[in-house]
T-cell receptor
Framework: DSGVTQTPKHLITATGQRVTLRCSPR?????VYWYQQSLDQGLQFLIQ???????AKGNILERFSAQQFPDLHSELNLSSLELGDSALYFC???????????FGSGTRLTVV | GQNIDQPTEMTATEGAIVQINCTYQ??????LFWYQQHAGEAPTFLSY????GLEEKGRFSSFLSRSKGYSYLLLKELQMKDSASYLC????????????FGAGTQVVVTP
């Protein structure tokens, strides 16, 4: 157990639907990062939150949004889902960027 | 921005040594990380280099040359369980708040 908790582990949904992925960072970590990994693709950075505020944005689609709550857990909302959104979505947390990330076990999203 | 290049795939025999190279282009370099990722699982931290030189950790070693924008991960005494993707990631002050990951090198260990 890495200490970063992601739920659900698996999600199957239809095109056009909306889903919410949840992440709880390691105790004490203020930063949360979201990454997308499609089949045979590298990790693509989506967005970072630090202590409730958005800090950095990557190639995140407008259909996707995220937030970090006062208790530091984060949610990634994916809407108007398309088949191409099927991927592993990882959340990671860190106390400071230079200490590296600890990843959660990921949510496997399948859009059918 | 950053460019990170690493080979797509490498194959080696159990008990052998494999060296995975990573080259990067960035300004504001602030550290290089190696992660291991088994298929369908989360990446796990292997090593961190911020200064030039070799860092050794058991069967795994990582080297960094900042002037050359070059790093390698050395895997010794390969075991079947080492079959995985190895990700090079660069932390730069130019991309505050996120690492840039390479596409990963798939290492296949054969009996």
């Amino acid at each position: 157990d890495s200490g970063v908790t992601q739920t659900p582990k698996h999600l199957i949904t239809a095109t056009g639907q909306r889903v919410t992925l949840r992440c709880s960072p390691r105790s004490g970590d203020l930063s949360v990062y979201w990454y997308q990994q499609s089949l045979d693709q590298g990790l693509q950075f989506l967005i970072q939150y630090y202590n409730g505020e958005e800090r950095a944005k990557g190639n995140i689609l407008e259909r996707f949004s995220a937030q970090q709550f006062p208790d530091l857990h984060s949610e990634l909302n994916l809407s108007s889902l398309e088949l191409g959104d099927s991927a592993l979505y990882f959340c990671a947390s860190s106390p400071r960027q230079e200490y590296g990330y600890t990843f959660g076990s990921g949510t496997r999203l399948t859009v059918v | 921005g950053q460019n990170i290049d690493q080979p797509t795939e490498m194959t080696a025999t159990e008990g052998a040594i494999v060296q995975i190279n990573c080259t990067y282009q960035t300004s504001g370099f602030n550290g290089l990380f190696w992660y291991q990722q088994h298929a369908g699982e989360a990446p796990t931290f292997l090593s961190y280099n911020v200064l030039d030189g070799l860092e050794e950790k058991g069967r795994f070693s990582s080297f960094l040359s900042r002037s050359k924008g070059y790093s390698y991960l050395l895997l010794k005494e390969l075991q079947m369980k080492d079959s995985a993707s190895y990700l090079c990631a660069v932390f730069s002050t130019d991309s505050w708040g996120k690492f840039q990951f390479g596409a990963g090198t798939q290492v296949v260990v054969t009996p």
